[in-house]
T-cell receptor, first 113, second 113 residues
Framework: DVKVTQSSRYLVKRTGEKVFLECVQD?????MFWYRQDPGLGLRLIYF???????EKGDIPEGYSVSREKKERFSLILESASTNQTSMYLC????????????FGPGTRLTVT | GENVEQHPSTLSVQEGDSAVIKCTYS??????FPWYKQELGKRPQLIID?????GEKKDQRIAVTLNKTAKHFSLHITETQPEDSAVYFC????????????FGGGTRVLVKP
């Protein structure tokens, strides 16, 4: 059974703080993804990675960076958190071939005050 | 890049009735169209998908249809039950984008007993 876990379910940070969100998967998936979910906007891709140390920008990368030092772990970094980054953040993973199911983590609800 | 629009944003149906959600996509090269269901407070999960070489696919009470010419695809839920209440997301992927999905804005379905 695929398991994707995220480091926190709820997080409250102050404006300007550096924030780390971590995602771990146990299925040896090559691809990993970070999305943010906002009402009415669906799931918007921030960054994705198709291999260790590889990353590609998604649709809304501004204000974010990522790190993938190990295959099972993908981190999202907010260099200087802002209130407009208050959102639900979802991590996902999948095998490398196009059209494979993405497995999602439980999400981290981040509030920036 | 790909753009996916989803309608309606909310849908209220009586238990036992059918529900239909429609999505349109912009990239004619897209060839993989999954649907995800997200129950309240839970992670999105794949419920059905269709590839561009198929016009229709069924799985018990759910079915998906694809019209490549018109670039739209739809999710049909028959004999709706209270447990079908959730947010549903459509998505599209093209070969050039690998396993990167572009999601629609979501449809909140409420099944009234």
């Amino acid at each position: 059974d695929v398991k994707v876990t995220q480091s926190s379910r709820y997080l409250v940070k102050r404006t300007g703080e550096k924030v780390f969100l971590e995602c771990v998967q146990d299925m040896d998936h090559e691809n990993m993804f970070w999305y943010r979910q906002d009402p009415g906007l669906g799931l918007r891709l921030i960054y994705f990675s198709y291999d260790v140390k590889m990353k590609e920008k998604g649709d809304i990368p501004e204000g974010y960076s990522v790190s993938r030092e190990k295959k099972e772990r993908f981190s999202l970094i907010l260099e200087s958190a802002s209130t407009n980054q208050t959102s639900m953040y979802l991590c996902a993973s999948s095998f490398s071939h196009a059209g494979y199911e993405q497995y999602f983590g439980p999400g981290t609800r981040l509030t920036v005050t | 890049g790909e753009n996916v629009e989803q309608h309606p944003s909310t849908l209220s149906v009586q238990e036992g009735d059918s529900a239909v959600i429609k999505c349109t996509y912009s990239d004619s090269a897209s060839n993989y169209f999954p649907w995800y269901k997200q129950e309240l407070g839970k992670r999105p999960q794949l419920i059905i998908d269709i590839r561009s070489n198929v016009g229709e696919k069924k799985d018990q009470r759910i079915a998906v249809t694809l019209n490549k010419t018109a670039k739209h695809f739809s999710l049909h839920i028959t004999e709706t039950q209270p447990e079908d209440s959730a947010v549903y997301f459509c998505a599209a992927s093209s070969p050039a984008a690998g396993n990167k999905l572009t999601f629609g804005g979501g449809t909140r379905v409420l099944v009234k007993p």
